[in-house]
């Protein structure tokens, strides 16, 4: 465990950007929503206040509030001094500064950790990961994958790749993954593999261009609609 806490960057996201992200639709956020590797992103409380129904899975849900606010003060300059250094691979537009996304992504992690001893008491942060997943078939009606898969290919075999994306369309009737670029900012070695073989399978996989891009190029979403009866590939 102790492994875990020391490899973990929490670093969240909030409901406006996951919206934006995702593209998700009124209707979407109607839906039975999972979000897998959430970390300390806003958009679960956010939802929640709405009345929408979101789950979160992530590995660093095994840790206190306390525990996961001391790592998100430990790695927090260090996340900052990096950005500034890579300015030039960023859009400053909707984030206008790198301050600014201090402040945003800061915001949003306060508004998780105040939420989060009562959303694990309710189920709705749950601490297991990728590529398997404790939910039945089709509990989901819709799997968010934000800044996991594709991001971290040289860290993450093709075959977790294709194990993690099966699952979720097991757990899901639509999954969505974003970014396609790798940390490299290029897009990654296994998107083509990915849709290839799902594609041949029976199983849509179509690349789309959503309405937020912060890293520059990072601007689209893989979409995968299931089917349970046919999602291994």
């Not at 129904?53 to 001094?81: C, G, H, L």
């Not at 290919?153 to 097991?170: A, P, V």
């Amino acid at each position: 465990m102790s492994t875990i806490y020391k490899t973990v960057v929490p670093w969240g996201r909030s409901y406006d950007e996951y919206v934006r992200m995702f593209a998700l639709t009124a209707d979407d956020l109607k839906g039975r929503i999972l979000g897998c590797g959430d970390g300390p992103a806003s958009f679960n409380c956010e939802m929640t206040k709405q009345g929408y129904n979101v789950i979160s899975i992530d590995p660093i849900y095994q840790f206190n509030t306390n525990k996961i606010a001391k790592r998100i003060d430990e790695t927090y300059q260090d996340v900052i001094k990096q950005t500034y250094e890579d300015k030039d691979n960023y859009i400053w537009d909707y984030i206008p500064s790198v301050e600014e996304l201090g402040y945003i992504r800061m915001s949003a992690m306060r508004v998780f950790l105040d939420d989060y001893e009562i959303g694990r008491q309710q189920g709705r942060y749950i601490a297991t990961s990728l590529p398997n997943l404790p939910f039945g078939p089709h509990e989901f009606d819709l799997a968010l994958c934000s800044h996991l898969l594709f991001l971290y290919t040289d860290q993450l075999s093709l075959n977790f790749h294709r194990s993690s994306i099966e699952e979720m369309c097991r757990v899901a009737r639509e999954t969505r993954i974003f970014p396609l670029l790798d940390l490299q900012g290029k897009t990654s070695s296994y998107l083509s593999a990915i849709q290839d073989e799902f594609t041949n399978g029976g199983i849509s996989a179509s690349v789309e261009t959503v309405p937020y891009e912060f890293q520059r190029g990072g601007n689209k979403m893989l979409r995968i609609t299931s089917d349970y009866a046919s999602y291994a590939i």
